[in-house]
């Protein structure tokens, strides 16, 4: 029988911001959660297998010549709680469950998923991913080992299991009348809370075997204001791989303080003269065009298909000997790391380009196999229902060594683009469309009216190889992003410092 242990575990009444604390035997759930010794047997209970059972599936996986197959395990719930016109009036809850199966012959890979855990189900869907990816390989499953986790990049104090929505909604209540209370403009607000937790359990016919807790967080507001008959908005958030420790009321007045200030700014703010000129880019949120425009075409498989405009520039300089961009699974709490990636790799730091060199791609277990190079643990997959394919997890420029004052003291005529919202990229060319929602003029190397509601265009090689300054000001933005890739979505997150970048088109006002 399978259980949730939301079914025998109950919590006390209301609690208090700033006191939010498990009661005493709730510590052996948050240990368990984090006691990776332990952490396969939980997980064969939890999912109801045993090493057995894994090892028949993996064989009949195998039955038609594959080279390799694993199964990927996954139990998650998320919930959601909404205030709205001053009340918490909308919450939500969400179960996935299910396993999926995957088989690599050559070139070819199968895949399919089942939505339960028993034998006959589960050894029909190996067989069908074995059908698809037929072969000559005829290897056999190796004896199952657990495979360690060295560190735990997001312990868990306090399990979300444990925390009713009730504990949940004075959060919400202060973040809404603390906006309230900063800005007499204010007219609404939305808020939201939302945590996810997952249960993984991975095996693969290479004998390698691990269980993952993954928990999540984010919360946000959005503010709307109105002066002069003139309305504005803006957004304020933060992820976290992280319990409930998460909330505190130091979260939520750095959530209300932030929204209110890019919100009011907005009332000031022009749409400047378009064309081309000098573009600053903000530290921290700007790390999104880092991501979208640069990040994907570091992506192994745009390279072993021909698609990247890298494709031939692995070990090449692609720009400054300053510039050092990173993607890092290892971050402790943050939104993108993984302990061990949905490939059954270790989460890791890996250099894509160092002192203006192309060091690497980034790889899951198939285009690590195609370049004869270890993988660098960034096969993800937004479920048990798919595959796992090269995805960054946090992708950030490290910090250069001028201050963002002498950047913008450089700049005769341009903007300094603060934050960002969508864009398109094409990822063969690196073709881009941005939006930004506010930021600067730059006019005679300071910072001067306020701007919003531009679009920056341009090509992200391009874009890139024109950075010739970044600041001393490194920031990581915590907040909810999230990559789409060939239909998935994963949690990703995003930083750079200040940078300027010598030349963009800005769509403005002609």
């Given at each position: 029988?399978?259980?949730?242990?939301?079914?025998?575990?109950?919590?006390?009444?209301?609690?208090?911001?700033?006191?939010?604390?498990?009661?005493?035997?709730?510590?052996?759930?948050?240990?368990?959660?984090?006691?990776?010794?332990?952490?396969?047997?939980?997980?064969?209970?939890?999912?109801?297998v045993s090493e057995n059972d894994m090892k028949r599936v993996l064989a009949a996986a195998l039955e038609k010549g594959g080279d390799y197959a694993d199964l990927f395990f996954e139990h998650s719930y998320?919930?959601?709680?909404?205030?709205?016109?001053?009340?918490?009036?909308?919450?939500?809850?969400?179960?996935?469950?299910?396993?999926?199966?995957?088989?690599?012959?050559?070139?070819?890979?199968?895949?399919?998923?089942?939505?339960?855990?028993?034998?006959?189900?589960?050894?029909?869907?190996?067989?069908?991913?074995?059908?698809?990816?037929?072969?000559?390989?005829?290897?056999?499953?190796?004896?199952?080992?657990?495979?360690?986790?060295?560190?735990?990049?997001?312990?868990?104090?306090?399990?979300?299991?444990?925390i009713s929505v009730k504990e949940k909604t004075p959060y919400l209540q202060v973040?809404?009348?603390?906006?309230?209370?900063?800005?007499?403009?204010?007219?609404?607000?939305?808020?939201?809370?939302?945590?996810?937790?997952?249960?993984?359990?991975?095996?693969?016919?290479?004998?390698?075997m691990y269980y993952d807790y993954r928990p999540m967080v984010t919360l946000g507001a959005v503010c709307i204001m109105e002066q002069d008959g003139?309305?504005?908005?803006?957004?304020?958030?933060?992820a976290y791989r992280m319990g409930a420790e998460f909330l505190n009321d130091d979260i939520v007045e750095t959530i209300a303080q932030e929204v209110v200030k890019k919100t009011s700014i907005l009332f000031e703010a022009v749409k400047p003269k378009g064309?081309?000129?000098?573009?600053?880019?903000?530290?921290?949120?700007?790390?999104?065009?880092?991501?979208?425009?640069?990040?994907?075409?570091?992506?192994a498989d745009f390279n072993r298909k021909n698609v990247s405009i890298f494709s031939d520039q692995l070990h090449k300089k692609v720009c400054n000997e300053h510039i050092n961009v990173?993607?890092?699974?290892?971050?402790?709490?943050?939104?993108?790391?993984?302990?061990?990636?949905?490939?059954?790799?270790?989460?890791q730091k890996t250099y894509i380009i160092k002192e203006g060199i192309l060091t690497s791609y980034l790889h899951d277990r198939i285009s690590a196999k195609h370049y004869g190079i270890p993988s660098t643990g960034n096969g993800r997959r937004e479920s048990f229902r798919m595959m796992p394919i090269p995805r960054m997890r946090a992708t950030y420029m490290e910090a250069g060594n001028v201050s963002e004052e002498d950047i913008i003291s450089t700049v005769k005529k341009g903007i300094y683009a603060a934050n960002?919202?969508?864009?398109?990229?094409?990822?063969?060319?690196?073709?881009?469309?941005?939006?930004?929602?506010?930021?600067?003029?730059?006019?005679n190397g300071k910072l001067t009216q306020p701007i919003k509601d531009v679009n920056i265009i341009g090509n992200g090689p391009k874009?890139?190889?024109?950075?010739?300054?970044?600041?001393?000001?490194?920031?990581?933005?915590?907040?909810?992003?999230?990559?789409?890739?060939?239909?998935?979505?994963?949690?990703?997150?995003?930083?750079?410092p200040s940078a300027l970048v010598s030349k963009l088109t800005v769509g403005g006002e002609s």
């Open positions: 029988m399978k259980y949730n242990r939301r079914d025998f575990i109950k919590t006390g009444g209301m609690v208090m911001l700033g006191s939010l604390a498990a009661p005493s035997f709730l510590g052996g759930i948050a240990n368990a959660a984090n006691d990776k010794a332990a952490g396969i047997l939980f997980a064969t209970n939890h999912f109801g998320r919930n959601s709680v909404s205030l709205q016109d001053g009340a918490v009036n909308r919450a939500s809850s969400n179960i996935d469950f299910g396993m999926g199966v995957r088989v690599l012959s050559g070139d070819q890979t199968g895949y399919a998923y089942v939505e339960s855990v028993t034998m006959d189900e589960m050894l029909k869907v190996a067989r069908t991913a074995a059908r698809i990816a037929s072969g000559t390989g005829g290897k056999s499953p190796v004896n199952l080992t657990e495979k360690p986790l060295i560190n735990n990049h997001y312990t868990v104090q306090i399990p979300w299991d444990v973040i809404n009348d603390r906006i309230f209370e900063l800005d007499s403009r204010v007219m609404k607000v939305n808020a939201s809370l939302g945590d996810t937790t997952s249960h993984i359990l991975f095996c693969n016919s290479e004998g390698v003139k309305i504005e908005n803006s957004y304020a958030a933060r064309g081309e000129m000098p573009v600053v880019m903000g530290a921290g949120g700007s790390g999104i065009l880092l991501h979208e425009a640069i990040g994907h075409t570091f992506e990173v993607d890092d699974g290892t971050i402790p709490f943050n939104r993108g790391s993984v302990n061990i990636d949905d490939d059954g790799v270790e989460g960002f919202t969508n864009g398109q990229v094409q990822i063969g060319a690196g073709d881009f469309t941005f939006f930004v929602k506010d930021g600067y003029l730059i006019e874009a890139l190889a024109d950075i010739t300054m970044v600041g001393n000001n490194y920031e990581m933005d915590n907040g909810t992003w999230t990559c789409g890739k060939d239909g998935q979505s994963c949690p990703v997150t995003c930083g750079m």
